[in-house]
């Protein structure tokens, strides 16, 4: 299967993230932080909800970390692990994205 075009790189803040809702239903997010990007599944290990409580905000203030919005669980950018709240000891579920020609792609 070929991949998906999410969006443009330019289209994701640096640092930020973005949200998306894939052709088969999967909702997920892509964190950049220059020209790097990773991907996980939008639904927090605690209780399975959305991480972001608006739109495209799945960082924490600082920009140092992703943090859930329900109860602050806040996750490593680089692998999606647990460092504080709840869920601590588990993962967000990652998606393979990359960088192809200035687009963000997944698959
Ligand atoms: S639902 Fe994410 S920390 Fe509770």
């Known amino acids: ?4 075009v999410l969006c443009a790189l330019e289209d994701i803040d640096d640092p930020g993230g ?3 809702v894939l052709g088969d239903g999967r909702r997920i997010f892509v964190i950049r932080r220059g020209a790097g990007v990773h991907g996980y599944v939008n639904a927090c290990p605690h209780q399975g909800v959305p991480l972001d409580w608006r739109p495209d905000v799945f960082l924490s203030v600082d920009k140092s970390v992703i943090q859930c919005s329900t109860h602050g669980a806040q996750f490593r950018i680089e692998d999606g692990e647990c460092l504080s709240g709840p869920c601590l000891g588990s993962a967000l579920r990652p998606v393979p994205v990359a960088v192809a020609g200035g687009m963000v792609v997944e698959g």
């Not at 299967?1 to 998906?4: D, F, K, L, Q, Y």
């Open 1 to 4: 299967m070929s991949p998906t």
């Open 18 to 20: 973005k949200g998306f």
